[in-house]
């Protein structure tokens, strides 16, 4: 009687995923945890940890059929491979963003190129390491700290890497206010931290009305391979700004963007399999992101200390560090560093501006990858 139980037992055991769990799957579920953990307790960027967090959590349970066809999560990165969700996220980033503070003060767009050198870092690194130049590419542009554009880059260049170049570049977006602080402090001095900046011009109306058509109309001229995006993004600033469609903005800012990013987390999450997760060449690319992401952060601080060399009126360093692409997330970190030094210091509106520039940076730096790489 007892041997029948126990075959029994096993029996049922045997049918569900108890039987198949194996230490890879328990410490990814303990990285979803923690970025759970990190949304919840620590409130960095819940809109993505949250979701991409519970997602890998899931998908690590063995005998879970989502990431299967015809599951829920397969749907949810088939909307990313097929490049449908990136430039709806831009759309409804352009709905929500005001481009006055770069229009106001065009000098600081140098500042979204000069906080670029993570990417090229991270490129020539993979070269050296044994990854192809495509799969470089795709790696190397984890350092521009825009999830959408590494998505489309690595879809063009390298799709086979696409779970692990897209975890990376929105975990490293999310975890910004870890990684950023401690080098923008080590390569500032107090003084300069609590330096203070003067208000910006107002911008007319005009200027935000033509700003997203000129855009759109340059990159589609001379950056095709990366148009989709840009041309999305700047649809989302027109509707936004003509003051008209108040009701398209609000959708495209609202309600579009929500769910894509929902459907984004997910998407990302799911393919955070202990079997695909738990490789040298995922460790490689995530230590390369990590890279990617510190001297991007450094140089741009760096080129805002160079540019104070010729500019009579100073900027405060820390606005440099925001030329990494990830809005507003990176300008908030500048802010926040800067009002620590200096609870007068008010520095948002003004880091928004080499924030948005690496916006673009990050675009002309992932149509120049493709174009040489010959993707059109």
């Given at each position: 009687?007892i ?38 307790v ?8 949250i ?23 397969h ?11 990136p ?84 975990s ?5 206010p870890?990684i ?9 001095t ?6 203070g900046?003067?208000?910006?011009r107002?911008?007319t109306?005009?200027?935000?009305i033509?700003?997203?058509?000129v855009?759109a ?36 800012g ?19 399999t202990?079997?695909t ?17 510190v001297?991007?952060?450094g ?25 990494i ?25 003004h880091?928004m ?17 493709l ?6």
């Amino acid at each position: 009687m007892i041997e029948q139980i126990q075959s029994v037992l096993h029996s049922l055991v045997a049918q569900t995923g108890l039987a198949h769990f194996w230490w890879g799957n328990f410490v990814m579920i303990a990285v979803g945890a923690t970025m759970v953990f990190l949304a919840v307790v620590k409130k960095y960027e819940p809109f993505l940890l949250i979701g991409i967090g519970f997602a890998c959590i899931v998908v690590n349970v063995p005998g879970s059929d989502l990431i299967l066809p015809g599951g829920l999560f397969h749907y949810a990165y088939r909307g990313v491979a097929l490049l449908i969700v990136p430039p709806l996220i831009f759309l409804g980033v352009g709905a929500l963003t005001d481009f006055g503070p770069m229009i106001a003060n065009p000098k600081l767009v140098l500042l979204g190129a000069g906080a670029h050198l993570g990417i090229f870092v991270a490129l020539i690194l993979a070269k050296l390491i044994g990854f192809s130049l495509a799969e470089a590419g795709a790696i190397g542009i984890i350092g521009g700290a825009d999830g959408p554009m590494a998505i489309f880059v690595t879809m063009k260049l390298a799709p086979h890497l696409l779970p692990q170049v897209s975890v990376a570049a929105y975990s490293y977006m999310a975890l910004m206010p870890l990684i950023q602080p401690p080098v923008m402090r080590l390569l500032t001095t107090k003084a300069e931290r609590e330096m203070g900046m003067p208000k910006l011009r107002d911008v007319t109306r005009l200027e935000k009305i033509l700003f997203p058509i000129v855009i759109a109309l340059v990159v589609n001229l001379f950056f095709p391979p990366v148009a989709p995006l840009v041309t999305m993004l700047m649809l989302g600033n027109l509707l936004r700004e003509v003051l008209l469609v108040g009701r398209l903005a609000d959708t495209a800012g609202g309600t579009i963007l929500n769910i894509i990013t929902l459907i984004l987390t997910m998407a990302i999450g799911s393919t955070m399999t202990a079997d695909t997760f738990l490789t040298s060449k995922t460790l490689a690319i995530v230590g390369l992101g990590l890279i990617a992401f510190v001297f991007g952060t450094g140089s741009g601080v760096v080129t805002a200390k160079f540019m104070n060399l010729f500019l009579k009126q100073k900027i405060n360093p820390l606005v440099g560090s925001a030329g990494i692409a990830s809005v507003p997330i990176a300008a908030r970190v500048s802010h926040k560093v800067a009002h620590e030094a200096n609870p007068r210091n008010y520095l948002i509106y003004h880091a928004m501006g080499p924030n948005l520039a690496g916006v673009f940076g990050t675009a002309i730096s992932g149509g120049i990858l493709l174009a040489l790489l010959g993707v059109r």
